[in-house]
């Protein structure tokens, strides 16, 4: 009989449980899952937003979105489609219900179980496929799975010591999005780090400014040198990197960081005649703002071992 068992809700930056539904199958394959369930939400923040494990007679799926992860399990006959679904109404529940400030700062595991109450309603519905009717767009849900398949997850995959690091852009055809380090995700924006990025794109606008004004300039034959008009350029890259670093990770993030705020000091230091020293006191101490919180926003690391 295909059936969906249970249910949580987990967030994603620490695998902290907010909910979950009361599970009454003590049988030893869905004892076992529960075991899947605890590895994959201490590596949610490492993995793509729609993904699904195939455990023998039974299936996880999970669906991300907004700092906080929708797992399921079920039968491994129940229909890929109607699991999605599942998960989707209960994202949109969760997240009419509560806000992300709650979501973010809860410290107590299951500190939301009275979602459980909704879990288990929307559960019995779909496991009853007649009464859903026309409660769902299914063939909405079909065509998004069609065109973004959930990535496949393998047991070896779980179970592998140093997460997923090892896979390959090949063998990610699910979602089609990943990077040299496979989805990884960066800790929360803080309103310092905004600021920062406010400021680096204010200073890329500015160099900018002044580099049609060099350009226009040269182009009049007023004497202008065009080493001024690459100086000002490469100062616009600058800033405009350190902002794309802040938001993305790559590799060698904080090497590549602190070459950039060197290149604009160098950059600044050229332009020393044609700027105050309250304007180079300004764009030096943005770029060294912005290499401090590109340093201090990591990658979000492994998860505490919450009893999931």
């Known amino acids: 009989m295909s059936m969906i068992l249970s249910a949580s809700v987990v967030r994603v930056r620490?695998?902290?449980?907010?909910?979950?539904?009361t599970d009454y199958d003590q049988s030893t394959g869905v004892q076992e899952c529960r075991k899947y369930f605890k590895m994959l939400s201490k590596k949610l923040s490492q993995l793509p937003d729609r993904c699904t494990l195939k455990t023998g007679h039974y299936n996880i799926n999970f669906i991300s979105s907004l700092g906080v992860s929708y797992m399921m399990l079920c039968t491994e006959n129940y229909p890929s489609?109607?699991?999605?679904?599942?998960?989707?109404?209960l994202q949109k529940e969760f997240i009419t219900t509560y806000n992300m400030m709650k979501t973010n700062t809860a410290v107590r595991p299951y500190c939301f179980i009275e979602f459980d109450n909704f879990i288990q309603r929307t559960k019995q519905r779909y496991n009853n496929t007649r009464s859903?009717?026309?409660?769902?767009?299914?063939?909405?849900?079909q065509t998004e799975i069609k065109l973004r398949p959930p990535y496949q997850i393998s047991l070896s995959e779980l179970g592998s010591p140093n997460g997923f690091?090892?896979?390959?852009?090949?063998?990610y055809k699910g979602t089609g999005k990943i990077s040299a380090a496979p989805h990884q995700r960066l800790e929360p924006v803080t309103l310092p780090g905004i600021v920062s990025?406010?400021?680096?794109?204010?200073?890329?606008?500015?160099?900018?400014?002044?580099?049609?004004h060099a350009i226009e300039s040269l182009l009049q034959s007023e004497g202008e040198d065009f080493s001024y008009v690459i100086a000002f350029f490469l100062g616009t890259a600058a800033c405009l990197y350190q902002c794309y670093l802040f938001v993305y990770y790559t590799g060698w993030r904080n090497a590549k960081s602190?070459?950039?705020?060197?290149?604009?000091?160098?950059?600044n230091m050229y332009l020393y005649e044609l700027r105050n020293l309250w304007q180079l006191f300004f764009h030096v101490t943005v770029g060294a703002f912005s290499t401090l919180q590109i340093r201090l926003r990591q990658p979000q690391g492994k998860s505490p071992d919450y009893n999931v």
């Not at 620490?14 to 539904?21: Q, T």
């Not at 690091?165 to 063998?171: D, T």
Request: proline share 2%; charged share 15%.
């Open 14 to 21: 620490d695998g902290l449980p907010l909910s979950a539904s």
């Open 81 to 89: 489609v109607l699991a999605f679904c599942f998960l989707d109404e």
């Open 132 to 141: 859903l009717s026309t409660k769902m767009n299914l063939a909405d849900m």
């Open 165 to 171: 690091a090892h896979l390959s852009a090949a063998e």
């Open 197 to 212: 990025f406010v400021l680096s794109l204010l200073c890329g606008a500015l160099n900018l400014i002044r580099d049609f």
């Open 258 to 267: 602190f070459l950039t705020f060197g290149l604009i000091c160098l950059c």
